[in-house]
T-cell receptor, first 113, second 113 residues
Framework: DVKVTQSSRYLVKRTGEKVFLECVQDMDHENMFWYRQDPGLGLRLIYFSYDVKMKEKGDIPEGYSVSREKKERFSLILESASTNQTSMYLC????????????FGNGTRLTVT | RKEVEQDPGPFNVPEGATVAFNCTYSNSASQSFFWYRQDCRKEPKLLMSVYSSGNEDGRFTAQLNRASQYISLLIRDSKLSDSATYLCVVPRGSSGSARQLTFGSGTQLTVLP
């Protein structure tokens, strides 16, 4: 079974703090993704990566950056957290081929106060 | 047309009922499709993949109509445990970008005793 592990289930941070969300997968997947999910807006893609050291912007990258130094780890960074970044953050991974399904971590619920 | 559009729901059905959800998509190049299930405050989990005209797994049947660009999910003999939000998922674009998936906004199902 694919395991995608997110480092924190719940996180509370203050406005202006730098926040790191970590994600690790154990299936040697090439692709990794960060989404956020908000009521009424569904899942929105923030950033993704198809390979180590590679990153691409998704639909809503503003205010975020990512790091992929190792194949199994994909980190999401909030450079200066703001209250509108309060959300559920979901990491996912998939095989490198097209049309592969995503496997999600159990999410990090981030609150920025 | 939106990239992925689902029945808004919510659907409230009695135990044992048959219920069907529809989903339309705009990208005619999409080769495969997915239904995910998401329980309240949990991550989405893959329910079914659809690569050809359809797929059946126990009480669940997914059908694909490429000409009309819609996918459906049929649940027979509904159980209380089927209560969840069902997400229709479609790859974006053609080769390469098909690694990115677009999620519908979800259809909420509640099965009543």
């Amino acid at each position: 079974d694919v395991k995608v592990t997110q480092s924190s289930r719940y996180l509370v941070k203050r406005t202006g703090e730098k926040v790191f969300l970590e994600c690790v997968q154990d299936m040697d997947h090439e692709n990794m993704f960060w989404y956020r999910q908000d009521p009424g807006l569904g899942l929105r893609l923030i950033y993704f990566s198809y390979d180590v050291k590679m990153k691409e912007k998704g639909d809503i990258p503003e205010g975020y950056s990512v790091s992929r130094e190792k194949k199994e780890r994909f980190s999401l960074i909030l450079e200066s957290a703001s209250t509108n970044q309060t959300s559920m953050y979901l990491c996912a991974s998939s095989f490198g081929s097209d049309n592969s399904p995503l496997h999600f971590g159990n999410g990090t619920r981030l609150t920025v106060t | 047309r939106k990239e992925v559009e689902q029945d808004p729901g919510p659907f409230n059905v009695p135990e044992g009922a048959t219920v069907a959800f529809n989903c339309t998509y705009s990208n005619s190049a999409s080769q495969s499709f997915f239904w995910y299930r998401q329980d309240c405050r949990k991550e989405p989990k893959l329910l079914m993949s659809v690569y050809s005209s359809g797929n059946e797994d126990g009480r669940f049947t997914a059908q694909l109509n490429r000409a009309s660009q819609y996918i459906s999910l049929l649940i027979r003999d509904s159980k209380l445990s089927d209560s969840a939000t069902y997400l229709c998922v479609v790859p974006r674009g053609s080769s390469g970008s098909a690694r990115q998936l677009t999620f519908g906004s979800g259809t909420q199902l509640t099965v009543l005793p």
